[in-house]
């Protein structure tokens, strides 16, 4: 079964420093993989996916995510932290077995300090 | 268009009680599916359907029921509530496999629900 790793539930950052949260998926066979947001007392909204053949994907709000296949990896990435990017991210994966399903990491909660 | 529309926002229940939370979708999309999101597990799947009149179990389906008898609709029934059912509960719907497997999914806004 495919499952996705999100190491540290907790990441801090300054605003203007950059950002690195971190996504690995286990599966014999890349799956697709996508990034979600989640502010507030909200629902989850999409900041970027995978695209087969692709290793730089670039998202909104400028985050982008590389996909490294050797590392089975998806980290997002952005330059330049905001204030307003305070949120809990989401790495979620599927596998083309005709399913929609998504599997979800434990997802990470990023602080942005001023 | 509304996407995708969950009520309600906030329901308290107590234990032994039955309730539906609700789902609509307008973008006439065949998949549809129930996650509960609990602190440090990220989201897990409870039912899916792929189209009216079939749905199909997930990761967590013990306590839940779901019945898909059109497009747009996909509630969620609560048998008997338990304490460990206290979650926020997510509907998502996508397109059908035929679009491609990097078709995301749309989340509504979540249902906060306590069982005490």
């Known amino acids: 079964a495919q499952s996705v790793t999100q190491l540290g539930s907790h990441v801090s950052v300054s605003e203007g420093a950059l950002v690195l949260l971190r996504c690995n998926y286990s599966s014999s066979v890349p799956p697709y993989l996508f990034w979600y947001v989640q502010y507030p007392n909200q629902g989850l909204q999409l900041l970027l996916k995978y695209t087969t053949g692709a290793t730089l994907v670039k998202g909104i709000n400028g985050f982008e995510a590389e996909f490294k296949k050797s590392e089975t990896s998806f980290h997002l990435t952005k330059p330049s932290a905001h204030m307003s990017d305070a949120a809990e991210y989401f790495c979620?994966?599927?596998?083309?077995?005709?399913?929609?399903?998504?599997?979800f990491g434990s997802g990470t909660r990023l602080q942005v300090q001023p | 268009n509304a996407g995708v529309t969950q009520t309600p926002k906030f329901q308290v229940l107590k234990t032994g009680q039955s309730m539906t939370l609700q789902c609509a979708q307008d973008?006439?999309?065949?998949?549809m599916s129930w996650y509960r999101q609990d602190p440090g597990m990220g989201l897990r799947l409870i039912h899916y359907?792929?189209?009216?009149?079939?749905?199909d179990q997930g990761e967590v389906p013990n306590g839940y029921n779901v019945s898909r008898s059109t497009t747009e609709d996909f509630p969620l029934r609560l048998l008997s509530a338990a304490p460990s059912q206290t979650s926020v509960y997510f509907c998502a719907s996508s397109y059908s496999i035929g679009a491609g497997g990097n078709t995301e999914a749309f989340f509504g806004q979540g249902t906060r629900l306590t069982v005490v």
């Open positions: 973008m006439n999309h065949e998949y």
């Open positions: 359907s792929v189209g009216a009149g079939i749905t």
């Open positions: 979620a994966s599927r596998t083309d077995t005709g399913r929609r399903a998504l599997t």
